[in-house]
Structures are given as C-alpha cells and as structure tokens.
T-cell receptor, first 115, second 115 residues
Framework: NAGVTQTPKFRILKIGQSMTLQCTQD?????MYWYRQDPGMGLKLIYY???????DKGEVPNGYNVSRSTTEDFPLRLELAAPSQTSVYFC??????????????FGSGTRLTVV | AQSVTQLGSHVSVSEGALVLLRCNYS??????LFWYVQYPNQGLQLLLK??????LVKGINGFEAEFKKSETSFHLTKPSAHMSDAAEYFC?????????????FGTGTKLQVIP
C-alpha cells in the first residue's frame, strides 16, 4: 500500500498565482483532511471531508478550496496565493470503521513558498 | 471543547538517558489520545494511541505512554534515548463520542539527543 500520496513535494508560487495540491489515498478511508504546519504553531486544520461529496471548513479555510469527488482523492486549491500561505501542507486520512481507534495516516507533505 | 498542552517546545537529553515528553489535555468526554513523531522533512507518523482499556500503551521504537485520568495527562516516555529518536513529537486528542471526531494537536516538542 502507498498510503497517502501528496504531490508536488515542493513548489514556489508568485503572489496571485493559483495551484492545486494533490492528495490520494489507497486505504479506502472515508475521512480526509488538509492541515498546514507553521513553525511553533503545530497543525491547523484547513478543510476536511467525511466522504465523497462532503466537505467542511476547519480552523483556517480562508484562501483555500477543496473538493471530494471520489473516496481516494482530496485536492486542495489555492486561489490568488499570498505570502501568508507559505507553509508546509499535509494531507491525512483515517476511517471511522477502524475498531482500534482513529489514528491518522499522513502524507509526506508539500512545502509551499509564495514570493 | 478539547485542548492539548505540551510542556516544553524543546527538550534535550543525553544518549542513553530517560526521555520524558509531557502532554496534558482537557476534554469534556472520555478522550482518545495519540502521540505522533515527525522526522525532519517528513510527515507525521503515529507512535502510539490510547482509546480504551489498559492505560499504559506501548508504541513503536520503545516508546510508551500512560493515560492518567486524574492528572489529565498522557506523558510519553522511553527508558534510554537513542540518536535516532531526535525528532519532533506531537500529542493529540480527540473525543470518544462517535461520528466525526475533531482532532486537536499540541504545538509539538522537539527532542534533541546529545551524544
């Protein structure tokens, strides 16, 4: 199993550009998440999805959009990139059908710099 | 509401010494508790978790944690530090209440192991 796969690993954007961060999982997890990680701030939830076609905002959704057309894919869209969106982005997934609890599986992250 | 506090953003130990990383939580219902480890330039990896049952849980790489309800704590320990343990560690809590469960992460503790 590949687990959670994120692409790209690194990206530099200019202010005002747009991009999509890709996330795919092959574990048939129904829940998926996008977090951003800034130094000393821990992880902040951007958006989450409890199943295909269902998404909802997390703590810091402004400037981002998501969609969940399939169980496997949960792309994160940045429109009009701003320097404040410079961060490391992590996609994660888990399943509420896991009888041993709901630990997350994380992707390896996308390091985004907006200049 | 739920929250997590990790005491100490940086902890240094000598190789072979005891590792103790502190985590306190607040939760209105019985919690699920997790520790994740993040090695440089990687995603977070589940180290161990407490859901129900035995309060002393063992994880990968010789780590363990004990759920103490009376102290609302879930401290992470390892008897003897190894150089490979140098990483950032995150405590997380989620509510044991069924359905979608929001996860709250601590701000992380960076562990330095001194040779």
């Amino acid at each position: 199993n590949a687990g959670v796969t994120q692409t790209p690993k690194f990206r530099i954007l200019k202010i005002g550009q747009s991009m999509t961060l890709q996330c795919t999982q092959d574990m048939n997890h129904n829940y998926m998440y996008w977090y951003r990680q800034d130094p000393g701030m821990g992880l902040k939830l951007i958006y989450y999805s409890v199943g295909a076609g269902i998404t909802d905002k997390g703590e810091v959704p402004n400037g981002y959009n998501v969609s969940r057309s399939t169980t496997e894919d949960f792309p994160l869209r940045l429109e009009l990139a701003a320097p404040s969106q410079t961060s490391v982005y992590f996609c994660a997934s888990n399943s509420n059908r896991d009888p041993k609890g709901y630990g997350y599986t994380f992707g390896s992250g996308t390091r985004l710099t907006v200049v | 509401a739920q929250s997590v506090t990790q005491l100490g953003s940086h902890v240094s130990v000598s190789e072979g010494a005891l590792v103790l990383l502190r985590c306190n939580y607040s939760s209105s219902v019985p919690p699920y508790l997790f520790w994740y480890v993040q090695y440089p330039n990687q995603g977070l990896q589940l180290l161990l978790k407490y859901t129900t049952g035995a309060t002393l849980v063992k994880g990968i790489n010789g780590f363990e944690a004990e759920f103490k309800k009376s102290e609302t704590s879930f401290h992470l320990t390892k008897p003897s530090a190894h150089m490979s343990d140098a990483a950032e560690y995150f405590c997380a809590v989620t509510l044991n209440s069924g359905g979608y469960q929001k996860v709250t992460f601590g701000t992380g503790t960076k562990l330095q192991v001194i040779p």
